[in-house]
Every structure is written in C-alpha cells, then in structure tokens.
C-alpha cells in the first residue's frame, strides 16, 4: 500500500464531497466508494487501516464524530475479511457490496447518532445514497486503482 | 508465521481503531468539534471553490420564458391597473360591509339592498328588500348583514325579493357547530334550533352555514349558541338553542351573495 497516496487520495475525496457535492440533495458517498475499494483491494491490516481513516474521514465533514468511524471500520473489516471467502471481482458484484454496506454503514451511523441525540439522516435518503453510490462506484474503482499503482486484474487473499 | 502475525496486527489494530472510534463518539461535542473547524480552517479555499463551482452550476438555468421589454412594459401595466382596481373594490367593500378580507369571494357579487318591511317575529320572520331580478337576484341565495348570514331569498320579483329569516319556523339551514353536522330550524322568534344533536356543544360556540356549492363557497356564520340541553324525547339526544350572530331587529341594509355573477 502506498500510504502517501492513500493520504492524498483520501484528501481530495474528502474536500470533494465536502465542497462540490455538499449542496446536491442526492449525492453519491464518494468516501463509501473508497472503503469498498480498500476492502476489496487490499490486505486485511490495510483495509483495517483504511477502512476507519475513510470513517475518520467522513466523520470530519459530517453532522458529529465518531458514528461513521465504527460503521466504516466495522463494516470495511467485515467485508475485508468476506473478500478472503468470496471475490468480488465483477462490476454488478462490486455495485451489489457498495450498495449494502452503504446501507448497513448508514444504519449503524444512525443508530449511533440517535444515541448522542443528534438529528438521523431519513432511511429514503440513505437509500437513495447507497443506490447512486452502488451506480457510480464501480466506475471510480478504476481511475482510484490507477492511482493507488493496484493491479485491478489480479487479486490476492491474505 | 508471518501470515500468522498479520493475522494477530488485523484483530489488535481493529480493536484499537474501534476504541479510538468508541472515545471519539463519546467525547464532548466541544471537543470533537474541533477537529471539524480544524479541517475546515485549513482546506477553506479548496472547500469555498468546490461550493462556488456548485453553485455556479445550480444557477446557471436556461432563461426559456421570456418577453420582450414592450410586452414587459404592457403586462406591468395591466398588473398595476388590477391591483388599483383591487384595492379600490376592496376600499368600497370595506367601508359598506367589512367583507373585503375574505379569498374566498373572489368570484363572488354582493348586491346591496335596503330593507323596506321587517317581520321579525311570528311564524313567518322575513324581510322585503328592494332590489330583485334585475339585480340578479335569485330563490335561495344567502343574504348576510353584519358579515353573518341571516336568511336565503325565499321569493323573486322585478324589483324587490323576500328574503326567510333564519329565525322563521320554516326555515332549515345546513349548518355545523364544531364537529357537528345538523340542520338549523327556526323558532320563529329571535332564536333557532337545532334538535336531536348527537353530541353537546358549549355555550357561546360558534354556528356556521355550511358551505352550498352555488349559493355558498365558504362556511359563514349565522350566530352563536345560546342553550344546550337534553331532549326530552331522546335524553342522549340534545336541543341546541341558536342566536343569530346579529340583531335582525336593527337592520336597515343587507347583501344578498350572487355566486359566479353573469357579466
């Protein structure tokens, strides 16, 4: 893993979704594109690794802190470990796990901000990020591996 | 034993991330919002182009509907002529009878009538008004005074209409009081009634005419509720005693409301 890479990509990201996307109603969760990316691409340590800084991430631009770390983290290291059992290699496929850890991340992002009082996100818009961001996820999974120099074609279980 | 070792880092760096995590969602929110004004402070100009690029892209919308200055010109014109005449409907409104605060009468003509004779007790409590089909006048249209309703025309001439009290006995007027729905007889008096109500109303409640369409567009007041009490014939049945919301004895004009006028 080239971490400086990973620290400029995740960056642009950030201030991607925090600038240009921030006044779209619906948007796609351009950093839940990169943490199914990660878990899928990576070894577990590195997907671990990624898979809450993306949350720390997220957390930064959003509503509190601390939800989107422990839903990313968890549901990043699931999948990360799911990879070893199952390839998720083809593009529906990649769609299908983009779609259902964004909803099972935004979930638990909810369940999490109920218990620190603040105001949820409405399960119509959850749904409708996960769907975008299943939509345009996996065409972003190649421009992000040109940069992080990841061989798409060959994988390899830890 | 390096797989072995990896293996151990993955479930020791998830068990501290998710303290880290857990330490963070329970931090004070003073705290924690830090790091959010931090980031913010620091990538403000990135952050401020990618919003102004947003924007930019939001408001930029193709103008399709558009006229020329001439036109512009005309249709301003027209717009200041109708609101003038508006307000000077509405001065005219106000100063006669206070109706030209209600929507609801846009489509509606009030024509006004002196009143000549007034029989406000006996069976047959009505009024005789001056004006009649040549002022558009029709059988049941509702005749207000004091912004309440107090009859419906009950008969046309040429120049001149009788007009039914609300009070006379044979009166009967689709009227609501709440959540109550009933008809409201007269008592040839200066009161009405309801009978056989299904449930009490309070004393001092308000009694609208419900609305009729043609002859009504909005529910209206016809008076108030003077008495509410058992019936002696069904005790969970109630008779409701009504007063019209004004003294009928003391009118010298009224407005009879002629729906969708023919101009």
């Known amino acids: ?27 796609p969760d351009l ?34 802190m601390g939800p989107q770390i422990i839903s990313f983290g968890l549901f990043g290291t699931l999948l990360a470990y799911l990879h070893r059992v199952v390839t998720i290699r083809k593009m529906p496929y990649q769609a299908l796990a983009i779609f259902v850890v964004g909803f099972l991340t935004g979930l638990l992002v909810n369940l999490l901000t109920f218990l620190k009082a603040e105001p949820t996100v409405p399960y119509a818009v ?10 345009v996820g996996p065409f972003l999974f190649l421009p992000s591996a040109w940069w992080m120099r990841i061989k798409t074609q060959r994988f390899s279980r830890y | 034993m390096a797989r072995k070792q990896t293996r151990v880092s993955g479930r020791m760096l998830f068990t501290w991330f998710m303290l880290a995590g857990f330490i963070c969602l329970f931090a004070p929110q003073n705290i924690t919002d830090k790091f959010q004004f931090t980031f913010a402070r620091i990538f403000r100009w990135p952050l401020r182009l990618g919003r102004n690029i947003s924007l930019f892209a939001h408001t930029q919308q193709p103008l399709t509907d558009v006229v020329s200055r001439r036109q512009y010109n005309q249709l301003q014109n027209r717009a200041d002529n109708l609101i003038e005449t508006l307000i000077e409907g509405r001065r005219r409104y106000k100063k006669l009878y206070g109706l030209y605060n209600s929507y609801v009468w846009d489509d509606v003509e009030f024509v006004l009538a002196g009143v000549i004779t007034a029989s406000t007790a006996g069976p047959s409590c009505e009024l005789v008004i001056n004006c009649g089909q040549d002022s558009g006048l029709a059988k049941g249209q509702f005749v207000l005074a004091d912004n309440s309703i107090i009859g419906t025309v009950s008969d046309v001439f040429s120049h001149g209409a009788r007009v039914k009290l609300i009070t006379s006995s044979t009166s009967n007027i689709p009227v609501k009081v709440g959540k109550l729905r009933a008809v409201m007889k007269g008592n040839g008096d200066s009161s009405a009634k309801i009978e056989l109500a299904k449930h009490k109303v309070k004393v001092g409640d308000s009694v609208y005419a419900v609305r009729r369409p043609g002859l009504l567009d909005s529910a209206m007041k016809v ?29 010298s004009d009224v407005a009879v409301i002629i729906m969708n006028p023919k101009k």
């Open chain 1, 1 to 27: 893993m080239r971490w400086l890479r990973f620290a400029v990509l995740i960056l642009f990201v950030t201030i991607l979704q925090a600038g240009l996307l921030a006044d779209m109603d619906v948007k």
């Open chain 1, 31 to 64: 950093l839940l594109i990169l943490l199914v990316f990660f878990a899928i691409h990576c070894n577990i340590s590195e997907a671990i690794i990624a898979s809450f800084t993306v949350g720390f991430a997220a957390d930064i631009i959003g509503l509190t």
């Open chain 1, 126 to 135: 959850l749904f409708c990020t996960s769907l975008y961001s299943s939509l």
């Open chain 2, 223 to 251: 008076g108030t509720v003077a008495k509410c009490q058992s019936s002696d014939q069904h005790p969970l049945l109630w008779d409701i005693t009504v007063e019209p919301a004004c003294d009928i004895e003391k009118i």
